[in-house]
């Protein structure tokens, strides 16, 4: 585990958050500063720094990402609507924790192309 690492530490239960799903593998929170209605993050409990990390022994993990966000859009009521997942990796697209974390963002229209 990365021993500074922000999500490391909500995995390890040494910062708060708020809980939306956890399995063995994969936790999932409330983004602390939400950029729509539904905000969440799902992390894997190991770190990996970056989507670049992802490799044939592990990129099973990735799709346990997207399989506990499709779970919680579910629940959140947004499956019918649509929502959006996003991956973040470095600085072109502004990743700022250093913990593979996929957002899911919902409850409101989002354009395309991204800003
Ligand atoms: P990134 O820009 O790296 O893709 O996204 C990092 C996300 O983590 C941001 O949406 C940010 O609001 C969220 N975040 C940063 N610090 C914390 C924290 O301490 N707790 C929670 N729940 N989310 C955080
Ligand atoms: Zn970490």
Redesign the pocket.
């Known amino acids: 585990m990365g021993k500074d690492c ?2 490391c530490k ?1 995995v390890n239960r040494e ?1 708060p ?2 809980i939306v799903y956890e399995d063995e593998k994969v936790l999932g ?7 729509a209605p539904v ?1 969440c ?1 799902f992390v894997p409990k190991e770190h990996i720094a970056t989507l670049n990390g992802i490799n044939t022994e592990n990129s099973a993990l990735a799709g346990e990402l997207v399989r506990a966000s499709v779970e919680v859009a579910e629940k959140k009521g947004l499956s019918e609507r649509g929502y959006r997942v ?3 990796c470095n600085s072109d ?6 913990h593979i ?1 996929l ?1 899911l963002l919902g409850g409101r229209k989002f354009n395309w192309p991204p800003g």
């Open positions: 922000l999500f909500i910062i958050a708020e929170f409330e983004d602390i500063n939400p950029q905000h993050v996003t991956i973040n697209a502004g990743q700022e924790v250093f974390h957002h």
